[in-house]
């Protein structure tokens, strides 16, 4: 169900009478009071927003207020900012989402004091290079995400899954919220590009996977911890024999590693630092510094004794040089697998669904997989057939190949380790997404204990069976080891042995490995006859979220309804109910859709509010119910902002005029107090004469539109003129007035 949640905190802006009186001296006591407390996502949306609340109100009454008084409530002011801004940062790492629900919009940002500006978020477009990283120890890790531009470093924030599958190096433009030096990208994946709706490639780099990898390891120390747990010999027979054999073979002889190990150097940092990129700049830098040529490599790699960071080594996915912190665990496990993220590789994840292989209550094991560097601790075993065909290792070029299945039939398998010139791999199609188009993929490989895999000679299951993944395009973290015994709770027993089988009743698809060998495996693949799987079907509303309307008007969205039914489903009706606040009402131009497996239809949803209506955000949500299965329920909802009227001050820069002069007239557009920026004004002078003029103009961020007037010294009478301006902002108006004097 995806929801976009009326803004609670915002409405104050909009409704004059809600104004709470506070002593503005308890002010810092009540904030600290409920920072304190333990804080659920639902209770620090309340903070957020009896915050912002609390510091609107003084905001608007500083601007009456005395020149002492103001200074005071400034004050208080400056206080409530720094603790929302606290919060902010909290919810931004935290939940993303839910800080762009709650993010003021410009109009206001523009209004609040420039001394203060500082401790509020911003909405901001930026280009520059994305720079992504793997942080890890042996347990856990974080995907993260920076933008770097000429001057500036920003950590970015993804809502769900709008992360984009771009390796370091690439060019973007971003658009989201900023809080200091973090970024929280504002819209959804839009999976069909290497684009989200709010991260345009501006330009991509691809995986460089093939020949000889130029790899720079600098070994360095710091100045109170100048221990070299390792010698120049030792780090060069972990890496340029031990790491380079092991990606030689994964990749088939298509990727080697070249180079050279230089160190000591001893940095002019302390110990307790773990700033990655410290530690990288000064170690090029004392490279440089002893006649190293730096850019002749494009695989750096930072060692250095232990450090208590919490972290055992970082690596960036992909790069150009890539990057890789190797703290103090010089093993082949740790350089494979950072360097692994380098080439392109996510981490080898697993899928745990309790009692069933696939299915909808799931979680997700980071390090999961038993057999794959990228995977669990320890391992050092070639990584599966979904990473390989994406960095271009397997079905590409003179790559070994894997055989798309189409049909049933018994397929063979070359064991996975070896150079052949039969698949190492089958692809099975599982799903399609229906509104994206993207494709899942079942991934079925077969591994003998050969060279770095020589490991899972002692595990019996592997040794008699196949080994399945599954993997998503687009989104290549979304890749998982399946478990075909899952009534164990280990995954190391996750190979489908011979005679067994595994069937995804969703497409009527069975794999069964008939026989396994030394040379090979024979596997069977049956399909048949599709069956039909109800799913809930999607929706979207456009626009998302209004823009303001006046009470009693009527506002039209378009629904968007997808059925996502497997395709052995016959046709559904879905019938389309609006849940509007009491009093309100609400059309379709179709109520029913009938529509096939995959298939999409829109139709147009009047609502109206009545013309009593307060000012605020008020919800509008549609389902969609397949008649068919009244069990499976789509739904989405939207937000509808009502403003009962604009506020329009007019005055002129003069009370009289000469009639050489040119009169300012200036209209300042609210409500509530709050300026109204991107209001259509429309000004009339009517002359003594009875003539007018005319003159329109768009209010600014502060809610100010202006206009001049040239008189004409032949045509212009003497005497008192009328102004009248009218503000428009989609339908709700307002009006004001004033007057001058030409002598």
Known sequence: MKRTLCILMISVIVLAGLIVTLATNNVNAEVNRRLRRPVTPKARLQELAQITQRMLEIFHEAQSASPTVRASLLSDLQALASSRKGLM???????PNQLLQVALPDHILASLPDELQAYFEQQVDVEGELEVLYEENETESRLRHFLNTANQRMELHFRGKAMPD?????????????????????????????????????ASIAPNTFGEQKVLVLLVNFQDKATQPWTTTQVRDIVFNTVNNF?????????????????????????????????????????????INVSGYNRLVYAFPSLSCGWTGWGTYGGSPSQAWINGSMSVRTVGHELGHNFGIYHARALDCGSDVVGSNCSILEYGDSWDILGQSGVV??????????????????????????????????????????????????????????????????????GFDSFISGNSNVMNGVVIHTGTEAYSFDEYLLDMTPATSSFSDGALVVGQSYTD??????????????????????????????VNPTLSISPSTSQWVSPGTTVNYTVSVTNTDTAGCVASNFDLRANVPAGWSALFEASTVTLSSGQSANTTLRVTSPSTTTNGYYNIGVDAVNTSASNYVGSYSVTCSIMRGLDVAVVTDQASYAVNQTPIVTATVTSGGTPISGASVAFTITKP???????????TASGVASFKYRFNKQKDPAGVYLIAAGANLNGVIGSGSTSFTLK
Request: proline letters at 4%; glycine letters at 10%; hydrophobic letters at 35%.
């Open 89 to 95: 940062l909290e919810l931004m790492r935290q939940d």
């Open 166 to 202: 771009l390796l370091s190096g690439s060019f973007v433009r971003v658009r989201g919220v900023r809080i200091d030096d973090q970024l929280v990208i504002d819209g959804a994946a839009d999976t069909s590009t290497t684009t989200t709706q709010s991260v345009q490639t501006l």
């Open 247 to 291: 990606y030689r073979e994964s990749s088939y002889g298509q990727t080697w590693l070249g180079g050279d190990v230089f160190g000591w150097y001893t940095l002019p940092i302390s110990s307790a630092t773990c700033d990655q990129n410290a530690i990288a700049t000064y170690a090029k830098q004392a490279a440089t510094a002893a006649g």
């Open 381 to 450: 075993a070639h990584s599966h057939a979904a990473q390989k065909e994406r960095v271009g290792w397997l079905g590409y070029g003179i790559s070994p190949g894997l055989t798309v299945v189409q049909s049933s039939g018994t397929y063979w398998l070359d064991p996975y380790e070896t150079l052949g010139s039969n698949p190492k791999a089958l692809k099975i199609l599982k799903s399609t997404d229906a509104t994206t188009g993207k494709k899942t993929w079942y991934y079925v490989e077969f591994r003998r204990p050969i």
């Open 505 to 534: 009743p969703n497409i009527n698809m069975t794999i069964a490995p008939l026989a396994v060998g030394s040379s090979g495996a024979s596997v069977m693949v049956s399909f048949g006859p599709q069956p039909c799987a109800r």
């Open 689 to 699: 004469n009875g003539s007018t003029a005319k003159g329109t103009a768009t209010t």
